[in-house]
């Protein structure tokens, strides 16, 4: 069935950037690690989301702190936008301050209909080549949906049962998130400005990135792997996490060798599912 926004399927962009040894420098500070891996070595993963980011004028930020709608992005007026989780796969090492081209094309575009009103699902598919090699391939879903009626309460979390075998408590403070939407150049509002958040997004506090909290799982797996590589790591967003409420990031192997992973907010709640395949 065809929808309002098909002519986005198919569209491309291409950016190219340096992987600055800088930038990996400024992440590891900010993730509290006592090194940072220098030029040569290879990127971590979920890294790579410092590069390729848009770096839209101020006069063309929404009211959300995101570019407008309608350039890349299909032009979805519903005002509540989020990442909603990735499938990537590291075929080959992305070195630290090589130059590197991320090809993205918009891959689907869905609506649905979910208890809280319309839903629009964005894929878009992001391949990033270094000197003719491909090292990530990522399919990364964005869903759009409506802000709650006012006075609506949020949806009930799921209590998250599994017990890990290894992991680590996190302390989200406000610096960290300053932080990350610096180092990642993302300016939604949520993140830094709580009165937005409150007001406007219905949020209590301001809100963990996704994507951080995917850093850090995948993180999490490399330090089970005994030195091997990440394969694949997938991860699915289920409840926000919020400031000054610490976090756990756990996980265990399973029986097939892939790792299973996860965030577990501060009364128990699922935050963030993954799985992780080391090579």
Request: charged content about 25%; aromatic content about 8%; hydrophobic content about 40%.
């Amino acid at each position: 069935m065809s929808n309002a926004f098909d002519d986005w399927i198919g569209r491309e962009e291409t950016h190219t950037q340096r992987i600055d040894a800088a930038a990996v420098q400024a992440m590891a500070a900010t993730l509290d690690l006592a090194r940072a891996p220098g030029a040569g070595e290879p990127l971590p993963p979920g890294w790579q989301w410092l590069f390729f980011n848009p770096a839209a004028r101020r006069s063309g930020l929404g009211a959300d702190g995101h570019p407008r709608r309608g350039g890349f992005l299909p032009p979805i007026e519903l005002p509540r936008r989020m990442w909603a989780g990735s499938r990537i796969a590291y075929p080959a090492d992305l070195p630290i301050g090589s130059e590197a081209t991320r090809r993205s094309r918009i891959a689907k575009i869905e609506n649905k209909v979910g208890k809280r009103g319309s839903l629009w699902f964005v894929t878009v598919e992001h391949t990033t080549q270094s000197e003719g090699t491909t090292c990530i391939v990522e399919e990364q879903d964005i869903v759009y949906r409506e802000a709650p009626p006012p006075g609506s309460s949020a949806a009930a979390p799921v209590r998250h049962e599994a017990q890990g075998r290894w992991g680590r408590e996190v302390r989200p403070d406000t610096t960290l998130l300053f932080r990350y939407s610096a180092l990642t150049f993302n300016g939604h509002r949520i993140h830094y400005d709580q009165a937005y958040a409150r007001d406007e997004e219905g949020y209590p506090d301001l809100v963990v990135h996704g994507p951080l909290m995917a850093t850090l799982l995948q993180q999490l797996a490399l330090d089970q792997g005994e030195g091997r590589q990440l394969a694949r790591f997938e991860f699915r967003g289920v409840s926000p996490l919020f400031v000054s409420r610490a976090f756990r990031i756990e996980g265990h192997m399973q029986e097939d060798g892939t790792l299973a992973l996860w965030a577990r907010g501060p009364d128990g709640e699922l935050a963030m599912s993954a799985t992780a395949v080391l090579r």
